[in-house]
């Protein structure tokens, strides 16, 4: 599975940008879509997932600021992030489990100003 994500750059805090990944296999057998983050000096995180189901979590630290959503029929999965702060400020990773095996993008750079 090839995942291809665009989206990210720059934005001031208080900004606004998206981030959209999709992946290269049928949306049958894709379960679980995600998010992560890594920052510099830091651990990967993970942001936002999102079940076949729709069912959602999200890092304490996102909450009410970061929307993730899914489609199904383009293999895709979506972060809308806003309201952004420099500590969202990293190198964003999406991550697809499917049949039962992760993948993961190449990462997409985030960075915001305060």
């Known amino acids: 599975v090839q995942l291809q994500a665009s989206g990210g750059g720059l934005a001031q805090a208080g900004g606004s940008l998206s981030l959209t990944c999709a992946a290269s296999?049928?949306?049958?057998?894709?379960?679980?879509m995600g998010w992560y983050r890594q920052a510099p000096g830091k651990q990967r995180e993970l942001v936002a997932g999102?079940?076949?189901?729709?069912?959602?979590n999200y890092a304490d630290s996102v909450k009410c600021r970061f929307t993730i959503s899914r489609d199904n029929a383009k293999s895709a999965v979506f972060l809308q992030m806003d309201s952004l702060k420099p500590e969202d400020t990293a190198v964003y990773y999406c991550?697809?489990?499917?049949?039962?095996?992760?993948?993961w993008g190449q990462g997409t750079q985030v960075t915001v100003s305060s």
């Open positions: 991550n697809v489990e499917w049949l039962g095996r992760g993948y």
């Open positions: 296999r049928t949306h049958v057998g894709i379960n679980f």
């Open positions: 999102i079940s076949r189901g729709r069912s959602i």
